[in-house]
């Protein structure tokens, strides 16, 4: 199993028996070393350790199916090691702590306002707030990963740009490692996302695929040849700044006529608005409602969305060759209406040999990104101190 820099480095052995075991439950030495493809002599190097810390316990022996000598299945000990996840959006922040077999123990959610003079402040004050509710709880605390929306260095977790946050060239892994005392791991959110499909997900076993989140803002999570892919700078993965109309509206990036501006959920309230299809204070429900009501400027309007979309999905397949693009995001709450027009003009813009690429949606949930954030630095505790500001 290859893994890129960012929220996943340091001992890939030790993240890959973690995250299998999450996944698949009690398994021996010997079936971890054929689902991982490493030598039984490295799982059992790295399973020692493991051991010794007290993160994996050895099952009572099972006989052998072969009659040859019983196997030992090794299990995570669930309660020996937790993390805290943490999504920073624009209007709020999410947590939720994990515990070592990936599962959500304790969850909040806080309204935020980054541009407040204090943000950075408060967010420390949130996190320290759910450090103190898990040692308050004598849970052992393994690490702390923020995803935010941006461009990170993923290897300092240093937020080079956030059009969304309006954070630039803030070390913020440094700046919370320093407040907070504890390891903390900084990351782009979707990229977190899509380290933990690849760890935690049903796409673990899959080594090409795409993630394409589209909510408020739009960005591909991309796995390749099965390391997650960055770019020279950490900046890949921008496709909601695909141009996609010459004389489009104005991104939030400053530039005209990206997809972001077109398809987001934000655009498209923002277009139902104008166009006077609902009034102001309505939202995506509303919108999927006047659509589904057969509202035809409300049905027009999700099909030059599902137009643009798909054509810009299919440039992407056709350049990458995924297996699968998995879909999440708020927009998935509109897939009824989108997803066959989408998949329609998708289908007319690919490659014959990418025709078989399947599109995987799956339900919008909002703890989905800190929970990915806390997961991937779990399956890595104490063995990502990769990040230094
Ligand atoms: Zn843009």
Redesign the pocket.
């Known amino acids: 199993m290859r893994w890129g820099a960012g929220f996943v480095s340091g001992d890939m052995t030790r993240t890959a028996v973690l995250a299998l075991l999450a996944r698949r439950g009690p398994l021996s030495r010997a079936q971890i070393a054929e689902l991982l493809d490493l030598s039984p002599a490295t799982i059992t190097q790295g399973t020692r350790r493991l051991l010794a810390e007290g993160l994996l316990v050895e099952e009572a022996p099972r006989p052998s199916q072969g009659g040859g000598r019983p196997s030992i299945p090794l299990a995570l000990v669930p309660e020996s090691a937790h993390t805290i996840g943490i999504q920073v959006a624009h209007e709020h922040v999410t947590g939720v702590t994990c515990r070592l077999d990936a599962e959500v123990v304790h969850s909040f959610r806080h309204t935020f306002d980054p541009a407040a003079p204090d943000a950075l402040q408060t967010l420390i004050t949130l996190i320290r707030t759910e450090i103190d509710e898990a040692r308050h709880r004598g849970l052992p605390l393994a690490g702390v990963g923020v995803a935010v929306p941006g461009i990170v260095d993923p290897e300092t977790g240093t937020l080079r740009m956030s059009v969304r946050l309006g954070w630039n060239g803030l070390p913020l892994a440094a700046r919370l490692r320093e407040a907070l005392g504890v390891p903390v791991f900084v990351d782009n959110d979707i990229s977190a996302v899509t380290a933990a499909e690849r760890l935690y997900g049903p796409g673990a076993d899959e080594a090409d695929f795409l993630l394409a989140a589209i909510g408020q803002g739009i960005g591909l999570g991309m796995v390749l040849d099965g390391a997650p892919y960055r770019g020279a700078l950490g900046a890949a993965g921008e496709f909601?700044?695909m141009p996609v109309q010459p004389d489009g509206p104005v991104?939030?990036?400053g530039?005209r006529g990206?997809l972001?501006?077109l398809v987001s959920t934000e655009a498209l309230l923002r277009r139902a608005h104008d166009a006077g299809i609902l009034p102001a204070a309505s939202d995506l429900d509303d919108l999927g409602t006047a659509a589904r009501n057969g509202d035809p400027a409300a049905v027009a309007l999700l099909q030059t969305a599902a137009t643009l979309l798909g054509r810009a999905l299919a440039g992407v397949v056709n350049l990458l060759g995924p297996r699968s693009v998995v879909v999440i995001g708020e927009i998935t709450a509109l897939w009824d209406l989108l997803g066959e027009p989408m998949h329609a003009v998708l289908l007319d813009h690919l490659l014959p040999c990418v025709r078989d690429t399947t599109i995987e949606v799956r339900p919008w949930d909002d703890e989905l990104i800190a929970a990915s954030a806390a997961r991937v630095v779990l399956a890595a505790p104490l063995a990502a101190p990769r990040q230094r500001g």
């Open positions: 909601g700044h991104c939030v990036c530039n990206c972001e501006s």
